[in-house]
């Protein structure tokens, strides 16, 4: 197999095709890293990096800060050492984007020369997945259209964001409701509520007889004790996710009792971790969904290609590529509405 000589960085510029609104953040565009992994035999494996400063503290800049560094420790590697090399990224602590990007490209330029496909290398329990759209923060009647273009357009489950105001947060799920019964409902509420609001939000909801099937992120990230108040205390199921980043926080909320989904982010915990937090949550009889930060149609892949190899996924939250603006489509899967082949 062949030994890494290189690894290129590039800036690449996204526009959202509307603003992306959750709880305390608007997004209307991202600066996302291209990464590209070059060995001697002339074969080529990519990944990118979505900054999320409001979740990990990374910024384009800080990513391409450390292109030397990255360089430094692993050029040279064979990537069928694929392991060793993992040893080495876990040193990228405060990088988890940078990590992500970098191991998948090495398993990518691996599946490469041996000729599979990345999903078949981890596994290939599935060729195909099926992607939930995600509704953001907005006027009632904004929110209320989108889901129901989302819901006819055949998307079988709908992520409604929430979090800034409790109130018009349970009216607008209910009009929402209202013109689109019979899919899933995924609420991620990104750390917006106290847990007795959570509560609050959540039995409401409840006794109007809507079903949630995920409650996501419902309090701030360090506040286990309260993601556990609100999971042994709410009608609907529990999904921690700027609370699960690395495996050792997934540990602790296990050992805590404190969910009963994990929401798997590469951009988070690096490719590596993301394998480590889907044994350690079948080991504990935890459910996963997957779920993306601004990634384009190149970064999205990644997470095509983990949930596809691992097949254990109950939801998956894979939309970011569908709100941006991208002159070309990079995935290396096909997506029809919302199933996601490769």
């Given at each position: 197999?062949?030994?890494?000589?290189?690894?290129?960085?590039?800036?690449?510029?996204?526009?959202?095709?509307?603003?992306?609104?959750?709880?305390?953040?608007?997004?209307t565009?991202?600066?996302?890293?291209?990464?590209c992994?070059?060995?001697?035999?002339?074969?080529?494996?990519?990944?990118?990096?979505?900054?999320?400063?409001?979740?990990?503290?990374e910024?384009?800049?800080?990513?391409?800060?450390?292109?030397k560094?990255?360089?430094?420790?692993?050029?040279?590697e064979?990537?069928?050492?694929?392991?060793?090399?993992?040893?080495?990224?876990?040193?990228?602590?405060?990088?988890?984007?940078?990590?992500?990007?970098?191991?998948?490209?090495?398993?990518?330029?691996?599946?490469?020369?041996?000729g599979?496909g990345?999903?078949?290398?981890l596994?290939?329990?599935?060729?195909?997945?099926?992607?939930?759209?995600?509704?953001?923060?907005?006027?009632?009647?904004?929110?209320?259209?989108?889901?129901?273009?989302?819901?006819?357009?055949?998307?079988?489950?709908?992520?409604?964001?929430?979090?800034?105001?409790?109130?018009?947060?349970?009216?607008?799920?209910?009009?929402?409701?209202?013109?689109?019964?019979?899919?899933?409902?995924?609420?991620?509420?990104?750390?917006g509520?106290?847990?007795?609001?959570?509560?609050?939000?959540?039995?409401?909801?409840?006794?109007k007889g809507?079903d949630?099937?995920?409650?996501e992120?419902?309090?701030i990230?360090?506040?286990?004790?309260?993601?556990?108040?609100v999971?042994f205390n709410?009608?609907y199921?529990?999904?921690a996710?700027?609370?699960?980043?690395?495996?050792?926080?997934?540990?602790?909320?296990?050992?805590?009792?404190?969910?009963?989904?994990?929401?798997?982010?590469?951009?988070?915990?690096?490719?590596s971790?993301?394998?480590?937090?889907?044994?350690?949550?079948?080991?504990?009889?935890?459910?996963?969904?997957?779920?993306?930060?601004?990634?384009?149609?190149?970064?999205?892949?990644q997470?095509?290609?983990?949930?596809?190899?691992?097949?254990?996924?109950?939801?998956?939250?894979?939309?970011?590529?569908?709100?941006?603006?991208?002159k070309?489509?990079?995935?290396?899967?096909?997506?029809?509405?919302?199933?996601?082949?490769?």
């Amino acid at each position: 197999m062949g030994k890494i000589i290189d690894i290129n960085f590039a800036i690449n510029k996204y526009k959202y095709q509307k603003p992306f609104h959750i709880t305390n953040s608007i997004s209307t565009d991202t600066d996302n890293v291209e990464v590209c992994v070059i060995t001697d035999e002339g074969f080529k494996g990519y990944g990118e990096v979505a900054p999320s400063f409001r979740v990990n503290g990374e910024t384009a800049d800080q990513i391409l800060a450390l292109s030397k560094k990255s360089k430094d420790m692993i050029v040279g590697e064979d990537v069928k050492n694929y392991r060793k090399i993992f040893s080495i990224t876990s040193k990228l602590i405060s990088s988890p984007g940078l990590k992500a990007a970098i191991e998948f490209a090495v398993i990518d330029v691996l599946c490469n020369e041996i000729g599979i496909g990345v999903w078949e290398f981890l596994g290939g329990v599935k060729n195909e997945i099926e992607t939930d759209k995600t509704v953001s923060i907005g006027t009632t009647a904004e929110r209320v259209k989108e889901a129901v273009d989302i819901y006819k357009k055949g998307f079988k489950t709908i992520k409604i964001k929430v979090g800034e105001d409790i109130n018009r947060d349970i009216d607008d799920i209910i009009e929402i409701y209202k013109k689109t019964k019979g899919v899933n409902y995924i609420i991620d509420a990104n750390m917006g509520y106290t847990p007795k609001e959570a509560v609050r939000f959540a039995k409401t909801l409840y006794l109007k007889g809507i079903d949630v099937a995920v409650f996501e992120q419902p309090v701030i990230n360090y506040d286990i004790d309260g993601l556990k108040y609100v999971r042994f205390n709410s009608p609907y199921p529990v999904c921690a996710d700027e609370s699960a980043k690395t495996r050792y926080d997934v540990m602790k909320l296990i050992k805590n009792e404190a969910v009963d989904y994990v929401n798997i982010k590469l951009m988070k915990s690096g490719l590596s971790d993301a394998i480590s937090i889907i044994e350690l949550c079948n080991s504990a009889n935890i459910k996963l969904m997957i779920g993306c930060m601004s990634e384009s149609s190149i970064g999205v892949n990644q997470s095509v290609q983990l949930a596809c190899g691992y097949g254990c996924f109950v939801f998956c939250d894979l939309d970011s590529h569908l709100m941006l603006s991208e002159k070309t489509y990079r995935g290396n899967f096909k997506q029809i509405k919302n199933k996601m082949f490769v």
